[in-house]
């Protein structure tokens, strides 16, 4: 049972260069997330998707494109990075339904833009 | 923004002793949720709370939901070495379905 995985788990990129991490669930989980952790900030959320197809904006998604053509995939796209989106990227799914918000989190991916 | 105010921001504990950490907001949540994170890892979820007043205990850990819904409290008793981590509260707003604000985080370090 893999869960929820990422890919790299490391990347260094040059400034300008476009980036892709990955996010794969082995769950079937309806929504899946996209959130960058830096140091004083926490967690915040950069994307969101509640089904294939159905993705929205959280709070800092500016620089950043996602897509979901498939439930289980949900790749992030860094279009031409940029040394401000330095930090470490997690994804997390979670089946809301009736009382269920928890949201289950990737191992992360350190992405340094130099 | 960040809407949880977390305190506090670190603690320095000696093994074998209790430490208490908190979320407040101004916001009223529907569910409570608290997090772990080793260092190079991913959060782990530790306890869900969803009815204000809910008691949850996980091993040593215990959580509460706050009576008015703007606050949850975590305690670990008898701390050891293992515990050392950075905890994370989350809330659920009844307006935001399926996403959740997040505090910034309780580092905690024991010593033996």
């Known amino acids: 049972d893999a869960g929820i995985t990422q890919s790299p788990r490391y990347k260094i990129t040059e400034t300008g260069r476009q980036v892709t991490l990955m996010c794969h669930q082995t769950w079937s989980h309806s929504y899946m997330f996209w959130y960058r952790q830096d140091l004083g900030h926490g967690l915040r959320l950069i994307y969101y998707s509640a089904a294939a197809d159905i993705t929205d904006k959280g709070e800092v998604p500016d620089g950043y494109v996602v897509s979901r053509s498939k439930t289980e995939n949900f790749p992030l796209t860094l279009e031409s990075a940029t040394r401000s989106q330095t930090s470490v990227y997690f994804c997390?799914?979670?089946?809301?339904?009736?009382?269920?918000?928890?949201?289950?989190f990737g191992p992360g991916t350190r992405l340094t833009v130099t | 923004g960040q809407q949880l105010n977390q305190s506090p921001q670190s603690m320095f504990i000696q093994e074998g002793e209790d430490v208490s950490m908190n979320c407040t907001s101004s916001?009223?949540?529907?569910?409570w949720l608290w997090y772990k994170q080793d260092p190079g890892e991913g959060p782990v979820l530790l306890i869900a709370?969803?009815?204000?007043?809910e008691l949850t205990s996980n091993g040593r850990l215990t959580a509460q939901f706050g009576i008015t819904r703007k606050d949850s409290f975590l305690n670990i008793s008898a701390s050891i070495p293992s515990d050392v981590g950075i905890y994370f509260c989350?809330?659920?707003?009844?307006?935001?379905?399926?996403?959740?604000?997040f505090g910034a985080g309780t580092q905690v370090v024991v010593t033996p």
């Open positions: 916001s009223i949540f529907n569910t």
């Open positions: 997390a799914s979670s089946e809301p339904g009736g009382r269920t918000y928890e949201q289950y």
């Open positions: 989350a809330g659920q707003l009844s307006d935001s379905w399926g996403k959740l604000q």
């Open positions: 709370l969803y009815k204000a007043g």
